[in-house]
């Protein structure tokens, strides 16, 4: 076989630009740390490196609603020590007036104490994350009325009974109620994880069967006080109810404490999933430095070799044989 000027010149461009190749292609992992230059060098690292980035992604949004969600939670369970508080202070109360040993006097006096822990409950039941209502459900903004200012979900109407985002909790029939407490502010703490991140206004007033609220059983007992003529068996009426609500009132903070635990719970299992991810995403697609700057090297050292082999090569002429 004849070997022609033209085929030893077009043989070494060839080799020459795959060693230049292999030079840009170690040159751009090194750059990129990683293991390939584009995806069609190592496809199914491509694929494990995209689902670690997906599961990522994931974590990130959880983990934000997580946080989110633990904020909600503790002011929540602050609003239910408040309540607890108040109702523990009117419980005492109660007990201590419930005596012949008072007189109406005493019982005046010991009705403003109560009517400001009555106050206080109504301010706790509309408590505030920022500028949203903690148990307002979804009514979290607050309505408007007509001079455009913000009504908080619980308010007191002319009868002096307690409403939650405009109904009447007093007059509201089981049905209604019941409706109400569907009205729940959850958000996605993971695949297939819906958490109620706060208690519905209705589920915090309402303490028994028979729709009694933690607001009107106070100014009840507040009003009981206040009359001359209520005995002692009128004011121990209301220990059972004051009793009933505060147990009430623990029960859900208790709940909502239970739900803090399990957002902790799922944290700490995201942090070691953000590791596992993370290292999984390291192994599909960072390289190996040293190795990458060696092989790096060796090809730089086959490309220069190739350019002095061509500098040979292409430096001879017809006259070099000649003579």
Not at 19 to 33: E, H, P, S, Y
Not at 75 to 91: C, P, Q, R, T
Not at 182 to 202: C, F, Q, R
Not at 206 to 232: H, K, P, Q, R
């Amino acid at each position: 076989m004849r070997v022609t000027s033209s085929m030893l010149v077009n043989n070494f461009m060839h080799n020459l630009n795959t060693n230049l190749q292999k030079v840009d292609k170690l040159q751009t992992q090194l750059a990129r740390n990683s293991k390939f230059a584009h995806i069609s060098d190592d496809p199914i690292s491509v694929l494990y490196g995209r689902n670690a980035r997906y599961n990522l992604h994931l974590l990130e949004h959880y983990n934000t609603n997580l946080d989110y969600g633990s904020a909600w939670l503790t002011k929540a369970e602050d609003g239910l020590m408040s309540l607890s508080s108040a109702l523990s202070d009117a419980y005492t109360n109660c007990i201590d007036s419930a005596t012949d040993a008072k007189t109406s006097e005493d019982r005046k006096a010991t009705a403003q104490l109560i009517g400001q822990v009555r106050d206080n409950l109504l301010d706790a039941l509309n408590g505030a994350f920022g500028d949203r209502f903690v148990f307002g459900a979804y009514n979290t903004t607050g309505m408007s009325d007509s001079a455009s200012a913000v009504v908080p979900p619980f308010t007191v109407n002319g009868d002096n009974h307690l409403t939650f985002n405009g109904v009447d909790l007093v007059d509201a029939t089981a049905d209604e109620r019941k409706a109400l407490m569907k009205d729940v502010l959850s958000l996605e703490m993971g695949p297939g994880i819906n958490m109620a991140i706060t208690l519905n206004g209705v589920e915090v007033a309402v303490f028994d069967n028979e729709g009694n609220n933690i607001y009107n059983i106070l100014d009840d007992f507040y009003n009981a006080m206040c009359d001359e003529n209520s005995t002692a068996e009128d004011i121990a009426e209301f220990v059972k109810p004051l009793q009933d609500a505060r147990e009430h009132i623990l029960a859900l903070t208790a709940q909502t404490g239970g739900r803090m635990n399990r957002v902790e719970m799922l944290s700490s299992r995201y942090e070691q999933d953000y590791i596992n991810y993370t290292q999984m995403k390291s192994d599909a697609e960072d390289a190996d430095e040293a190795e990458l700057i060696m092989m790096y090297e060796m090809a730089r050292m086959v490309y220069e070799a190739s350019l002095q082999t061509g500098a040979n090569i292409m430096q001879m002429s017809l006259l070099d044989f000649l003579g």
